[in-house]
């Protein structure tokens, strides 16, 4: 059985150690602002808020390290994947037991409102999918279940990252503008699977389909942004997608994911220029 910090020969890997290390930070600086009281009049609220959109963040950072162990060339950081998912795991635990605690762990009351407010029923079903694969991610339970079973078990994060992001829209309900970037981000990382599926590796990490895939993804958050609002404030789209257009807001969620998804191309491109292409194999 390997340490954490340590790769799959049993050697010291910094990368694993300084990743292991920077997880969880955002949890002990919440938690240090908690004691000095510096969260304000609602501090339990705010770990709330803070511990979800942590959540989150791991989670697709989780998505995200197949595509970069792809495009970079560096099969070691899928030595990452665990890690990241089981911190996921526990800021979400950490949402929930937050959640209870600002109604005094009465778990009737807990339990009555999942049950009666689609987002907590959201993001309850999502915190037991994501209990499901940290209490699986062992070598242990790998072997227990056989990898093609295993594999199919792991495949439900694509489902859990819907969900996380569907409660975390519905429970935003002033700014949605996080919700729709992560969206874009989410969408983009479910695109890359599938031009992986559709191409295998040599499509997703081709520029020109990246590119694309960039355009694309950045196109559809500010249309679904646009859309939205037309639905559930009667805003109307052309004034959604002005205000995309303009940057008197500060950037909006279809430019930074466009910015993001350009990054990863122009990185694809650098890293083609300086190593060969991925081919298929040919066959004999």
Do not use: N
């Amino acid at each position: 059985m390997h340490l954490p910090w340590q790769d799959r020969s049993g050697k010291f890997s910094l990368l694993k150690a300084l990743t292991l290390a920077a997880l969880p930070v955002p949890g002990l600086v919440m938690g240090h602002d908690y004691a000095r009281g510096l969260l304000g009049p609602r501090p339990i609220t705010e770990v709330i808020h803070g511990s979800g959109l942590w959540a989150i963040r791991l989670l697709l950072l989780s998505l995200a390290i197949t595509p970069a162990r792809q495009m970079l060339r560096l099969p070691q950081l899928i030595g990452l994947r665990r890690m990241v998912g089981v911190a996921t795991f526990c800021y979400a635990a950490l949402h929930l037991a937050m959640d209870a605690a600002d109604k005094m762990f009465d778990l009737e009351v807990v339990l009555a409102e999942i049950l009666h407010r689609i987002y907590l029923a959201i993001g309850a079903t999502a915190l037991l999918l994501l209990l499901a694969l940290a209490a699986t991610s062992t070598d242990g339970m790998v072997q227990r279940l056989g990898g093609q079973r295993w594999q199919m078990l792991q495949r439900s994060v694509y489902a859990i990252a819907l969900l996380a992001v569907a409660h975390f829209f519905l429970q935003s309900k002033i700014d949605q503008s996080e919700p729709t970037m992560m969206a874009g981000f989410l969408l983009w990382l479910l695109g890359y699977r599938a031009l992986s599926w559709q191409g295998g590796t040599a499509l997703a990490t081709m520029p020109r389909s990246l590119l694309g895939l960039s355009l694309g993804a950045a196109a559809i958050t500010a249309l679904g942004e646009a859309a939205y609002f037309g639905l559930f404030t009667g805003i109307a789209a052309s004034l959604v997608l002005e205000a995309d257009i303009s940057f008197a807001a500060g950037p909006r969620p279809m430019w930074i994911v466009l910015g993001a998804g350009l990054l990863v191309t122009a990185g694809a491109w650098l890293r083609e220029r300086i190593t060969p292409p991925f081919t298929r194999p040919q066959r004999s």
